[in-house]
T-cell receptor, first 114, second 116 residues
Framework: GENVEQHPSTLSVQEGDSAVIKCTYS??????FPWYKQELGKRPQLIID?????GEKKDQRIAVTLNKTAKHFSLHITETQPEDSAVYFC?????????????FGSGTRLSIRP | GAGVSQSPSNKVTEKGKDVELRCDPI?????LYWYRQSLGQGLEFLIY????????KSGLPSDRFSAERTGGSVSTLTIQRTQQEDSAVYLC??????????????FGPGTRLTVL
């Protein structure tokens, strides 16, 4: 079946440094790639997403890049802060035009060291 | 507007009992998902409803698990003869899935199930 692989499973960075999380997907028909952040004890929430017609999207300190040829996309967090500590999930979907389900990666636990 | 709601927020049951978990999606959302999340783990897909299509049940771990979605809105996840390994947080999510929209998932707060 379709699959999304996410790496690394855990990541620890010094406050102020950058963090990068990478995902690869298998379904070449995927065209929507969201990232969710789940803080401890809370529900996952969308932080940024990208569609397949663009290669990069930025929102303040976070950015997502997409390489459709290689079927991988990445989340970049710059100038990390303690509140960035959370579990991050990537996902891939064919979007609204298909009845197929969205597929999530296995998650990355990001810890920011003070 | 109102987000996705789930009830109960916590459920403690004895091994062997049946439980029902409820999800109220955002009004008008055609897609509804159930996930299971054990402590410190990822999102385990259980079942997916999309409009009037047959549900994708490929993630249900055993025949003790079932779910229905009535009238394209509220969904109930039923676990029969609960086992201790069923203890987890059960998350529901809905998305709009219509022309011009993305497939953004809106998650409910979850139901924490504890099987003694």
């Amino acid at each position: 079946g379709e699959n999304v692989e996410q790496h690394p499973s855990t990541l620890s960075v010094q406050e102020g440094d950058s963090a990068v999380i990478k995902c690869t997907y298998s379904d070449s028909a995927s065209n929507y790639f969201p990232w969710y952040k789940q803080e401890l004890g809370k529900r996952p929430q969308l932080i940024i997403d990208i569609r397949s017609n663009v290669g990069e999207k930025k929102d303040q300190r976070i950015a997502v890049t997409l390489n459709k040829t290689a079927k991988h996309f990445s989340l970049h967090i710059t100038e990390t802060q303690p509140e960035d500590s959370a579990v991050y999930f990537c996902a891939a979907s064919r979007g609204y035009s298909s009845a197929s389900k969205i597929i999530f990666g296995s998650g990355t636990r990001l810890s920011i060291r003070p | 507007g109102a987000g996705v709601s789930q009830s109960p927020s916590n459920k403690v049951t004895e091994k062997g009992k049946d439980v029902e978990l409820r999800c109220d999606p955002i009004s008008g959302h055609t897609a509804l998902y159930w996930y299971r999340q054990s402590l410190g783990q990822g999102l385990e897909f259980l079942i997916y409803f999309q409009g009037n299509s047959a549900p994708d049940k490929s993630g249900l771990p055993s025949d003790r698990f079932s779910a229905e979605r009535t009238g394209g809105s509220v969904s109930t996840l039923t676990i029969q003869r609960t086992q201790q390994e069923d203890s987890a947080v059960y998350l529901c999510a809905s998305s709009l899935r219509s022309t011009g929209s993305t497939d953004t998932q809106y998650f409910g707060p979850g139901t924490r199930l504890t099987v003694l």
